[in-house]
């Protein structure tokens, strides 16, 4: 089975500059996160979709953060502009169910993002 | 709203020794706990979980948690530690009802030395 596939896996660019990461769920996964993860610190929520409506986007800075899941497969995760405190790890996951109690989340192996 | 507290960022081991990477949680609601392990440039994988039940749950690679919640404690061991399990570890809540995410701690890097 395909896991979650994300990319570019690295990426620098400049603050002020704008930047998109791609994730692709498992097939048939109805529920996507995106997850921020800066160095030293545990992966914090995003935004997370069920199918293609957001559920949860609470801890997204929508002045600067968009996300989209198009036909609840695919998602993109845009900065714009991006700040050097976005410099980060932003992993993307996906789940069969709505929760984490009787099934499992996926991670990808996570886009680093540098912000100089 | 949910916390987790890992109360060690890093935890030095020699090979074949003990190991117990300690979390601390807070919850006004019923949750489940997980711990997840990530390897350098990899992703979160899921070691073990606690739903209900038995108090003491089995995961990968020998690993074990053991919940206490009076304590709100899930503190996470292994008897014998390997080279193969230097990685960072991570302690993580869900609230059981509704449309639940993961909230995690900030981590314990397990360092394991021969």
């Known amino acids: 089975e395909a896991g979650v596939a994300q990319s570019p896996r690295y990426k620098i660019i400049e603050k002020r500059q704008s930047v998109a990461f791609w994730c692709n769920p498992i097939?048939?996964?109805?529920?996507l996160y995106w997850y921020q993860q800066i160095l030293g610190q545990g992966p914090k929520l995003l935004i997370q979709?069920?199918?293609?409506?957001?559920?949860?986007d609470s801890q997204l800075p929508k002045d600067r953060f968009s996300a989209e899941r198009l036909k609840g497969v695919d998602s993109t995760l845009k900065i714009q502009p991006a700040k050097l405190e976005d410099s980060a790890v932003y992993l993307c996951?996906?789940?069969?169910?709505?929760?984490?109690?009787?099934?499992?989340?996926?991670f990808g192996q996570g886009t680093r993002l540098t912000v100089v | 709203a949910q916390s987790v507290t890992q109360l060690d960022s890093q935890v030095p081991v020699f090979e074949e020794a003990p190991v117990e990477l300690r979390c601390n949680y807070s919850?006004?609601?019923?949750?489940?706990l997980f711990w997840y392990v990530q390897y350098p440039n990899q992703g979160l994988q899921l070691l073990l979980k606690y739903l209900s039940g038995s108090t003491l749950v089995k995961g990968i690679n020998g690993f074990e948690a053991e919940f206490n919640k009076s304590q709100t404690s899930f503190h996470l061991r292994k008897p014998s530690v390997h080279i193969s399990d230097t990685a960072e570890y991570f302690c993580?809540?869900?609230?059981?009802?509704?449309?639940?995410?993961?909230?995690f701690g900030k981590g314990t890097m397990l360092l394991v030395s021969p």
């Open positions: 996951a996906s789940s069969p169910g709505t929760g984490f109690g009787n099934t499992e989340a996926f």
């Open positions: 979709f069920q199918n293609n409506g957001v559920v949860d």
């Open positions: 097939s048939g996964h109805a529920t």
């Open positions: 993580a809540v869900s609230p059981i009802s509704g449309y639940s995410t993961l909230t």
């Open positions: 919850s006004s609601v019923s949750v489940y």
